[in-house]
């Protein structure tokens, strides 16, 4: 099994910063893509920004230029630094990773797992 744990929510005023951690555990073989994503009441989950295993970044239109996704592969945990933030950008914020690991004794390629969220409130 695979765990991923999200941290550095809270409640922010509009233009300020945050920085999001998503430290992952347990049978890892190989982290491949890691991700981003976000819920907003009453909206559905969208893809925030995701970084690839050689480290190519991929940010939705909206965050471009003001979020920042990075990783440390020793840690094995990806980071996403928030500024400049909006209220629009409250929501929920879950970590994404597809990981090969072991299951049952054999190597199983591509797994997905998701953290539990943690929430990003920007307000004055």
């Known amino acids: 099994q695979v765990q991923l744990v999200e941290s550095g929510g809270g409640l922010v005023q509009p233009g300020g910063s945050l920085r999001l951690s998503c430290v992952a555990s347990?049978?890892?073989?190989?982290?491949?893509?890691m991700g981003w994503y976000r819920q907003a009441p009453g909206k559905e989950r969208e893809l925030v920004a995701a970084?690839?295993?050689?480290?190519?970044?991929y940010y939705e239109d909206s965050v471009k230029g003001r979020f920042t996704i990075s990783k440390d592969n020793v840690k094995n945990t990806v980071y996403l630094q928030m500024n400049s933030l909006k209220p629009e950008d409250t929501a929920v914020y879950y970590c994404?990773?597809?990981?090969?690991?072991?299951?049952?004794?054999?190597?199983?390629?591509?797994?997905?797992?998701w953290g539990k969220g943690t929430l990003v409130t920007v307000s004055s």
């Open positions: 347990g049978s890892i073989i190989r982290i491949n893509d």
């Open positions: 994404n990773a597809d990981v090969d690991t072991i299951a049952t004794m054999e190597v199983v390629h591509g797994m997905e797992y």
């Open positions: 970084i690839t295993s050689g480290g190519s970044t």
